[in-house]
């Protein structure tokens, strides 16, 4: 067996910080990440002193540097990572009235449709392979909406020309 080690650029994944997020509802949370269609959006969900996130976070830039690689203008990958400073829970209480998550690590995949973000699968602590498979199942998705998107501002051009 081979092992490699990759260097992947600072970029992936994105980190955003949840500070901006803190006083969004969930629908102005995920319009403001989920912003184009035809992307698949893998967001990974973390906290300040959680050994598990510290064992997948390494992992989860590693697979966000394959998917670039693979797929460059498919998917998009961000980190939203959570204070835990001194036992305050507050802004973990926050992300997770926000997101609606149980626990942490959390990774969601998200795509863009006409109606707004869509959730396409949700898992704690997942194998990266488990998170790989559902990401390149969302690609197809991803489109779909999109043409979605497009066949509904179409239509909705044609009706205002009426």
Not at 36 to 59: H, M, N, W
Request: proline share 4%.
């Amino acid at each position: 067996m081979t092992v490699s080690t990759e260097v992947v650029s600072n970029e992936t994944p994105e980190l955003v910080e949840f500070s901006r997020l803190r006083s969004r509802t969930t629908a102005e949370a995920l319009t403001g990440l989920v912003k184009d269609f035809g992307i698949v959006y893998v967001t990974a969900l973390t906290r300040q002193g959680c050994s598990g996130c510290e064992t997948q976070k390494p992992l989860f830039k590693t697979l966000a540097g394959k998917m670039y690689r693979e797929n460059p203008t498919k998917v998009r990958f961000l980190s939203l990572h959570v204070n835990y400073e001194n036992g305050d829970k507050q802004e973990s209480w926050n992300s997770k009235r926000i997101f609606g998550h149980a626990a942490y690590p959390t990774y969601t995949i998200h795509v863009k449709s006409h109606v707004g973000p869509l959730e396409i699968y949700r898992s704690v602590y997942p194998p990266m392979e488990e998170l790989e498979k559902q990401i390149k199942e969302s690609f197809e998705l991803a489109e779909f909406y999109k043409t979605e998107a497009a066949t509904a501002s179409g239509l909705e051009s044609d009706r205002l020309r009426s």
